[in-house]
C-alpha cells in the first residue's frame, strides 16, 4: 500500500481519537469528522488492565485516574452464596495489576484534547457518504471537504476510516453484511445511587433470574446494568424505562443487590450488538473499533477491542502494511472474543474454573491451578483473545476439564 497521510475519520470516540493521536504523532494530517456527544450517559465504562499500557502510551493515564474508580479485579455472582472474585494481582501477567472504571463523558473528553493536542483537526459535522460510481471506493460530500479545506495535503482524504460506532456507516453504503452472534438479548442501561458491593472497585457481574446484569463503581455512583432476553424485558413493560424499573422490583437476583436503589439517568436500551462486519477494509476506506463489530458487554471487551484495532490500524499504516493484515488481525481478535463468551454463557467457563477451585489441595494441584488461572485471567485482564496459547488451553479446559460437574448449573438463561 501507498503511504496515505491525508486521512478522514468519522466519529469522536476512543477508537478515533486513539488512532488519530498514534498517526498525528507521524506526521498524518487527520480531520475528526464528529458533532458533540448528546446521548445522558454512554455504555464503555469499565476498562480492562490490557488497556492501561495504551493509556500510558498516549499519556492520558494519570488524568483519567482524576476522576476514575480504581478497578483491582471483577466478580461473578452465581448465587447469593457463590460469588468467584479474581484479583489482577493475585495471577503473574506482564499486564498491569489494576484498570479502570471512567465515566465515559470524561473519558471521551480526555482523548478527543489529545487528539487535538497532537495536531488533529476536529470538524464539527456528520459526513454523508456515497459510493464512487461502482466501485469499492467511498466518497465525502462536498461540504465536509470544503469544511476541511487547506488541512490535507490533497483536496481529499487518501483514506476515509469509519469509526463512528454501532450506525456502521460505510458498511450501510456499500451493502456490507454483519455476521449476527448466537445471542439476541438487550440490554437496558442506567445510572443509580447505590447498589451493595462486594468491593468498591470491582466490575460485578451477577447472573439474574434471566440474562445477567452488571454494577460498575462510579464516583458517587453506580452503573446499573441488565443484559436480557428480549421477552424476559417486554414482561416488565413496554418502554425501557418501565423494564428497568420493573426488573429491579422484580427480579429475585436485582431485589437483593440494589434494594435500595434510585434510578440516576433515562434509561438506554440496546439490541442486536453481537455482530461483526464481514469486511473491514476496502480501496481508501477501513472500518475501526464499533463500526467493525462488537461482541458483548460481559467481559468488558468493547473498549479494548477499540483501542487495541485503533493500534493496530495505527502500525499497519505506518509500516506501510496493506491493510488486509490488519483485516485478518480484527477479524481473529473478534472471533476469539465470540468463543470465549459463548464459554460464559453456556456455563463451561465457570464449571471449569469450579472444577479447579475444587481440586484437593496438594502441591501438584496447586502448582497447575496457579499455572493454568494465570492463563484464565488473561480473559479478564482482555488478554486472552491475543493470546493463542491461552485461548488453545481455555479450549481445552472447557473442552475437557469439566469432570462429571454439570455446566448447566452455571448456565446464563
Ligand atoms: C450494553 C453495552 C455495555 C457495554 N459495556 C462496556 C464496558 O463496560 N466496557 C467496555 O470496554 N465496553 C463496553 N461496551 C462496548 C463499548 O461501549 C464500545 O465497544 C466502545 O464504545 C467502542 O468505541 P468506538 O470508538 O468504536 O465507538 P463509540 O464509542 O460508539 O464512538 C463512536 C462515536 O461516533 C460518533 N458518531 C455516531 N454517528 C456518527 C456520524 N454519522 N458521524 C460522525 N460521528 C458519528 C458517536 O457520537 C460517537 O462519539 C458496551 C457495549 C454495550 C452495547
Known sequence: MSINKDIAILGAGPAATTLAIRLCRQGYKVVLFA???????????????????????????????????????????????????????ETPSDLPSYAYNVPRDKFNKTLLEAALK?????????????????????????????????FWTGSAPDLIVDAAGRVNLIGRVLGIPMQPGPRQDVALFAHVDT????????VHNDRMDQGWCWRIPLPGKVSLGYVVP??????HGNSAAEQYDNLLKNDSVLRQLAPHAQRLTPVLRFNNYQSISARHCGDNWVMLGDAGGFVDPVFSSGMLIAMH?????????????????????????????????????????????????????????????????????????????????????????VTYGLKQSNPAVYQIK
Open 195 to 202: 447498589t451493595e458491593l462486594v468491593d468498591s472497585g470491582y
Open 309 to 397: 484495532s485503533a493500534n493496530q490500524l495505527a502500525d499497519t499504516l505506518i509500516q506501510a502494511q496493506p491493510l488486509s493484515v490488519y483485516e485478518q488481525t480484527i477479524q481473529n481478535h473478534l472471533q476469539a472474543w465470540f468463543e470465549i463468551v459463548g464459554f460464559y454463557y453456556d456455563g463451561r467457563l465457570m464449571s471449569s474454573i469450579k472444577v479447579g477451585m475444587d481440586m484437593p489441595d496438594n502441591i501438584v494441584n496447586r502448582l497447575i491451578y496457579k499455572w493454568v488461572s494465570s492463563h484464565i485471567s488473561r480473559i479478564f485482564s482482555g488478554a486472552a483473545a491475543s493470546h493463542p496459547f491461552s485461548l488453545q488451553l481455555l479450549r481445552f479446559l
Open 230 to 235: 428480549e421477552s424476559y424485558a417486554l414482561q
Open 118 to 150: 497532537a495536531g488533529a483537526k476536529w470538524v464539527e459535522r456528520k459526513v454523508v457518504l456515497s459510493r464512487v460510481d461502482e466501485t469499492d471506493r467511498i466518497a465525502l460530500d462536498a461540504a465536509s471537504l470544503h469544511a476541511a479545506a487547506g
Open 35 to 89: 458533532t458533540p456527544e448528546h446521548a445522558p450517559i454512554l455504555v464503555g465504562e469499565s476498562l480492562v488492565p490490557m488497556i492501561v499500557p495504551m493509556l500510558q502510551d498516549l499519556g492520558v493515564e494519570q488524568e483519567v485516574a482524576t476522576y476514575s474508580v480504581y478497578k483491582p479485579g471483577a466478580c461473578f455472582t452465581y448465587h447469593a452464596d457463590e460469588i468467584f472474585q479474581f484479583r489482577f494481582d
